[in-house]
């Protein structure tokens, strides 16, 4: 059973717009909320994250929100880069008692046409 | 530029070879984790260590798989023997005491493992 679902396997859109990026989960216990970034060949990067007592962090051209109730995240990316193309990786961290476990879904592939 | 280091890079072996990755964490980093990515699974945590010490290896089938930390410089992760359904794309992360409570990890670049 997914933890932590995107559903949505591939993205494209234009450069200069908007790409919106979701991410749902099913776990109350999550404190924190990751969004990471992975291109061919490499491994994932870190990109944005968001505690669970917030409803919105941003970073530039990136802003994450947090909707608790909904149990949902998204990751926007204003305006869009060719170089952003990669595959983006949702993931929610919650604590079991000394471990520290990182639930991760199955990325979207975000493709930025020129 | 301070990095998770990953070797090999690249394996190709046959059923029934033992196969051994390492990984180099950032200097000063506490917890060490082993990921094995798949189409259908995503990234699947096998093990994690903090100082040196594992902390969960749930994921990890015990039978055939191993993981270690001889010391602060040096995570292994063993296969014995090795199956065609290992195949995958095996990466390392490495993150400081504060990421433990973020989530934040630097990961290496992956060992792709293909057994024949």
């Known amino acids: 059973d997914q933890q932590v679902k995107q559903n949505s396997p591939s993205l494209s859109v234009q450069e200069g717009r908007i790409s919106i990026l979701n991410c749902d989960y099913t776990?109350?216990?999550?404190?924190?909320f990751l969004w990471y970034k992975k291109y061919p060949a490499e491994g994932p990067t870190f990109l944005i994250s968001?505690?669970?007592i917030k409803d919105k962090n941003e970073d530039g051209r990136f802003t994450v929100f947090l909707n608790k109730s909904a149990k949902h995240l998204s990751l926007h990316i204003v305006p869009s880069q060719p170089g952003d193309s990669a595959v983006y990786f949702c993931?929610?961290?919650?604590?079991?008692?000394?471990?520290?476990?990182?639930?991760w879904g199955l990325g979207t592939s975000l493709a930025v046409n020129p | 530029d301070a990095r998770v280091t990953q070797t090999p890079r690249h394996k190709v072996t046959e059923m029934g070879q033992e196969v051994t990755m390492r990984c180099q964490p950032i200097?000063?980093?506490?917890?060490v984790f082993w990921y094995r990515q798949t189409m259908m699974q995503g990234l699947e945590l096998l093990a994690y260590?903090?100082?040196?010490?594992?902390?969960?290896d749930s994921g990890m089938p015990k039978d055939r798989f191993s993981a270690e930390m001889p010391d602060a410089t040096l995570a292994t992760l063993k296969i014995q023997p090795s199956e065609p359904r290992d195949s995958a794309v095996y990466f390392c992360?490495?993150?400081?005491?504060?990421?433990?409570?973020?989530?934040?990890?630097?990961f290496g670049e992956g060992s792709r493992l293909t057994v024949l």
């Open positions: 993931a929610a961290k919650y604590d079991a008692g000394n471990n520290r476990k990182l639930i």
């Open positions: 776990n109350s216990m999550f404190d924190y």
């Open positions: 968001i505690s669970s």
């Open positions: 200097l000063g980093h506490n917890t």
């Open positions: 260590f903090r100082n040196r010490a594992p902390l969960d």
């Open positions: 992360a490495s993150g400081p005491r504060l990421a433990e409570n973020t989530g934040e990890l630097f």
